[in-house]
């Protein structure tokens, strides 16, 4: 008897912990894992906006280093203008992307053309 | 909270997310929050060609508040248990 019931306890403790190892892969979108690292967000008015990440908050505001502008256009190739230390409202961001920086450095940005990004109609 | 489960038990599948600024962006589901924001990695962008923006990213986080749809492999849904539980759901609210 008592070794069924500390089995049975035994399994319930492995079963949580399981569970609970789970859940936090599964449901903890931190932006943690991508600070300090070269990243590029997309804002809700469709810009580009490349830089390192300092810091980020619940409401996903965040704090972007040395950052600069990716201008798109169909007609010349990448502008890029420098804008520094930058607090990003979180309302206002689409998409944090991690840069690859050794892809980064691999694409010529003279001879990319494209239509800028739309902004973003809810 | 109902989609927010269902998305936890798609974490490590192939889908398409569209976002409301026309795109779209492919990449295995990572993780999900309560907000539904989603976290891709392996990603590429759709249509390549016309948007170059993401060209270097690998691994992005999409805000929940962009998405527009979530297209998903069709043998990745039990559309009944879904159903079910969605009816279950709404009887409750």
Do not use: W
């Amino acid at each position: 008897m008592p070794t069924k019931c500390s089995m049975k306890l035994l399994l319930n403790y492995l079963c949580n912990l399981f569970r609970s190892f789970n859940c936090s892969m599964a449901t903890t979108t931190g932006l943690e894992s991508l600070v300090d690292q070269i990243i590029s967000v997309i804002t809700n008015d469709g810009r580009n906006i490349v830089g390192v990440l300092k810091g980020f908050d619940q409401a996903t505001n965040i704090i972007l280093d040395e950052s600069h502008e990716r201008v798109f256009s169909t007609k010349e190739g990448v502008q890029q203008h420098v804008l520094g230390l930058y607090i990003i409202r979180g309302d206002n961001i689409g998409v944090i992307g991690e840069l690859d920086e050794e892809l980064d450095a691999s694409l010529d940005f003279s001879k990319l053309r494209a239509h800028p990004l739309k902004p973003v109609v809810h | 909270q109902l989609f927010f489960s269902y998305f936890k038990d798609l974490v490590g599948q192939e889908v398409t997310v569209e976002l409301k600024n026309d795109l779209a962006i492919r990449g295995t589901l990572h993780s999900v929050d309560q907000y539904l924001n989603i976290k891709l990695e392996n990603t590429r962008v759709v249509d390549q060609d016309k948007f170059p923006h993401m060209l270097s990213v690998r691994n992005c986080f999409i805000r929940g508040s962009v998405v527009r749809y979530v297209q998903l492999p069709p043998d990745g849904v039990d559309v009944d248990l879904l159903h079910d539980a969605a009816r279950r759901e709404a009887r409750g609210a």
